[in-house]
């Protein structure tokens, strides 16, 4: 099963209207320039960088564009040169599609799904946690050949790091 394609999702995980299985997901019509933003341009939901009220849906696409930093290492949706114009990226954000979130087509594929998902909320509706961590969990499993994440150390255990806990 691919990024998203919710293996091991249950019935109605899948949020109306979007496509997980099949990669293709509509981007939402442009946005025009916000006058300000709530948040940090480059980590913050459409939404916020429209400056509306903030809702469940706004942390979950918040999320996904801060794990597509860290996943690229830039924000990979701006053109290099632009990334210090807030506009820009905001603009970028708003018209960005699957292909600009990420550099490596699994990261796109799982990160692109959280975001439509978030999209695709009412205002005030919750997001589907199942549904978003079953696409988490496919994606990891298709980029590690089928790994379990529970049984997956993270790097910093192989490296003999452990948890160090309050005193």
């Known amino acids: 099963a691919g990024a998203g394609a ?3 999702a249950g019935a109605g995980d899948s949020p ?12 939402p019509p442009p946005l025009a320039p916000p006058p300000f933003t709530h948040g940090t341009p480059t980590y913050s939901s459409v939404r916020a960088d429209a400056g509306a009220k ?17 996943r690229a290492g830039t924000p990979c949706w701006a053109r290099p040169e632009d990334r210090g114009r ?18 490596d087509p699994i990261d796109a594929a799982w990160i692109w799904a959280l975001i439509a998902h978030a999209r ?22 298709e980029e590690t050949g089928g ?21």
């Open 6 to 8: 919710g293996a091991g």
């Open 16 to 27: 109306t209207g979007d496509s997980p299985a099949g990669g293709s997901i509509a981007s």
């Open 54 to 70: 903030a809702t469940y849906a706004d942390d979950l696409e918040s999320v996904a564009w801060t794990c597509a930093y860290l």
């Open 86 to 103: 807030i506009d820009v990226v905001v603009s970028a954000k708003a018209t960005a599609t699957e292909a600009d979130v990420a550099t």
């Open 120 to 141: 695709s909320l009412r205002f005030g509706e919750r997001f589907d946690l199942g549904y978003c961590r079953g696409v988490v969990r496919d994606a990891f499993a």
């Open 147 to 167: 790994a379990s994440m529970r049984e997956t150390p993270f790097d910093w255990e192989e490296a003999g790091a452990g948890f160090v806990g309050w005193r």
